[in-house]
């Protein structure tokens, strides 16, 4: 091998280097829940973190951030569907979505479970062992024969679900569930891929936005120069005494101009 050779293939291997650390990698893949038939009837694609905030006496005491999460089981149902995932923080950290079909809609809602042991375990006096369940509203988020899109950072709040779990002990606690990149789909899932998508209001008024911006961008800087370009043709076939001459105009502008 020669020494040209030989560094070519230096060179090569320190782009490929360069660009495995600036190129962006995917951090999590689509999940896919099947039914028994091994057919996908479940999607669900989500960047999102949850913050549970350990309240006593009215002030905050203590907080964490739960953001890795893996797939424990998805269910496809005719008018209901759910999607559990496990937390590392404590392996009976729950966080489910769950959807369900109303008339022809979806609606979505968000549940956090978990032992507030698991999530701080050096708590002071902490001496609550009940499994704690969270909840956020139910909200429609498309046609049921549609995906849910929406990739504006959003928040939710989550709050105690009295239904479920206990709420005894020193410690109260608060859940905030913030999203980004989101797109779902529960029912009437087609060959494994996500339908067209019904997005969320953020994300239209933001596009809404943009275009306002395109065309207030258009009327206050190309207009006036299309108003000033007129003006100006205007001003110079007004000129009918030796206005070509005087401007040393070329050939195309001269036919702009009346003939003397």
């Avoid at 005491?61 to 937390?87: I, P, Y």
């Amino acid at each position: 091998m020669t020494s040209s050779t030989r560094s070519d293939h230096v060179l090569r291997a320190a782009i490929i280097i360069i660009l495995s650390c600036v190129v962006p990698r995917a951090v999590s893949a689509v999940l896919k829940v099947r039914d028994g038939d091994g057919a996908v009837c479940m999607l669900v694609d989500a960047n999102f973190t949850i913050q549970v905030t350990a309240n006593k006496d009215g002030q905050s005491v203590r907080q964490t951030s739960l953001e890795d999460f893996t797939l424990n089981q998805g269910r496809c149902g005719d008018s209901t569907a759910t999607l559990s995932m496990n937390s590392t923080v404590g392996e009976d950290t729950s966080f489910q979505f769950e959807f369900k079909k109303v008339g022809i809609s979806v609606n979505l809602r968000y549940r956090l479970s978990f032992f507030p042991a698991d999530l701080f375990p050096k708590l002071p006096g902490q001496s609550d062992f009940a499994y704690k369940g969270y909840i956020s509203k139910e909200r429609r988020i498309s046609s049921y024969k549609s995906s849910f899109k929406c990739t504006t950072e959003h928040s939710t709040q989550l709050t105690y679900d009295p239904a479920s779990t206990s709420d005894e002990g020193p410690y109260k606690f608060t859940v905030q569930l913030t999203m980004k990149n989101i797109r779902v789909q529960a029912f009437n899932v087609k060959d494994g891929k996500f339908s067209s998508a019904y997005r969320c209001l953020a994300d239209s008024n933001r596009h809404n936005l943009s275009t306002g911006v395109v065309v207030l961008i258009v009327l206050c800087v190309v207009l006036p120069l299309v108003l000033t370009a007129v003006a100006v043709v205007v001003v110079l076939r007004r000129n009918k005494v030796g206005a070509a001459a005087a401007l040393d105009c070329p050939g195309w502008w001269r036919k702009i101009l009346p003939k003397q």
